[in-house]
Each structure stands twice: as C-alpha cells, then as structure tokens.
C-alpha cells in the first residue's frame, strides 16, 4: 500500500527566505506524485505533479519540486517565500491499478511566514 | 464558473439527522471522488466513481452512500449522523486515473451536535 511521510508538521520562514518541505513516500512502482496547497477555509489546489520524465518539476507560484527515487522523497522548494504562501501544504502519492485514481495525502506542513 | 461545486459550504445538524451533500463539476472529467478530512486535517479516500461506476469504496461505514446520476455529478448520503462525522467532505474530480491530479471543490463543513 502506498503511504507519504511530510516529516515536519509546521515550518516558519521569513519573508524573502528560501523554503524546502519535504516529503517521502513509500510505493512500490514508479508513482505519482503531487503538491496541493490549502489556505484556510478553501478547498486544495495542485502546485506540480510528477509522473516521468524530468524529475525537476515546475510548478505555480514559483514553486518547484524534485525527484529522488533513490531517496524516495519529493520535496517542495521556493527560493523566495511571499507572505501570501502561507498555507498548510500536503505531499501525495497516486497510483493505478486496482487503487485506479486514488491519491494517498500526508500529514500537511503548516508554513507561517513572518515579516 | 467554479469547476467543482458543492453545496451546501456549511452544514449543522444534530446526531441521528439524514444530510445529503451535493457535488457537480463542469470540467468534463469522467471520474470523481469524496475524500475526509478530519479535525487534524487528515484527507482520507471514502469513494471514488468512473463514469458513475463505483471503483473505490473504503472502509466506510455503510450509512455513507454516495450516488452519481451522471459523470458530472456525486451526492454523498448520511444517514443517522454521528459526533464522529464532524469533518469536512471534500468532493474532487479528475480525468482518468489520478496521473494528472485532482480539482478539488471548497469542502463542505460537517457539523453534528
């Protein structure tokens, strides 16, 4: 069964500082794998995706995320933090087969952005 | 337009109530999801339809039945609501298997006093 650790559960960073979440899965094959972000009160909306190819991907908000099969991670990187990225960030994996379409979240990371 | 759409965005109702959450999506995806997140803001899979063919039903209790009329629309059913159903109900939709991700709706806040 698929599963996704985000080790660290709040982050705060200032504004203008670099930002790194991280995020490991476990999953037997080659998997999905995604970014959604959550300010309060609203629904997720997808920063990047990863499924083959380039394992550094692009994504919005300036937001990028790399690869590592080796490590098993996939972690979100901005080298600039807004004030307005605030929000509680969440790692997921995806898989087909007989889990066709399901995505496995972790746990989210609380980012709070100081002045 | 709101790509995925659900109502009501707040629901109170006392222990034991039937409530039905309604879910459509104007993107032409062809299956859709509901997913929980709890208190700890844990999203967890309930079900998801292909074309409003069942695929995916998790260990739910089986007072949780979802309907889909047609590839654009997902109810959820409650029946003899609990404390413990106190979440929100988020309802998503892709096309395909997930390989592209979700769009996720705003949630529907589940209250039981």
């Known amino acids: 069964a698929q599963s996704v650790t985000q080790p660290d559960i709040h982050i705060t960073v200032s504004e203008g500082a670099s930002l790194e979440l991280r995020c490991n899965y476990s999953y037997g094959a080659t998997p999905y794998l995604f970014w959604y972000v959550q300010s309060p009160g609203q629904g997720l909306q997808l920063l990047l995706k990863y499924f083959s190819g380039d394992t550094l991907v692009q994504g919005i908000k300036g937001f990028e995320a790399e690869f590592k099969r080796s490590q098993s991670s996939f972690n979100l990187r901005k080298p600039s933090v807004h004030w307005s990225d605030a929000a509680e960030y969440f790692c997921a994996v995806g898989a087909g087969g007989t889990s066709y379409g399901k995505l496995t979240f972790g746990q989210g990371t609380i980012l709070t952005v100081h002045p | 337009d709101t790509a995925v759409s659900q109502t009501p965005k707040y629901l109170v109702t006392q222990m034991g109530n039937d409530k039905s959450i309604k879910c459509e999506q104007n993107l032409g995806h062809d299956t859709m999801y509901w997913y929980k997140q709890d208190s700890k803001k844990f999203l967890k899979i309930m079900f998801s339809?292909?074309?409003?063919?069942?695929?995916i039903n998790e260990t739910v209790p089986n007072r949780f039945s979802p309907k889909s009329p047609d590839k654009a629309h997902l109810n959820l059913h409650i029946n003899s609501l609990e404390l413990g159903d106190s979440a929100v109900y988020f309802c998503a939709s892709s096309q395909g298997d997930s390989s592209y991700g979700y769009t996720f709706g705003s949630g529907t806040r589940l209250t039981v006093v």
């Open positions: 339809y292909n074309n409003k063919e069942l695929i």
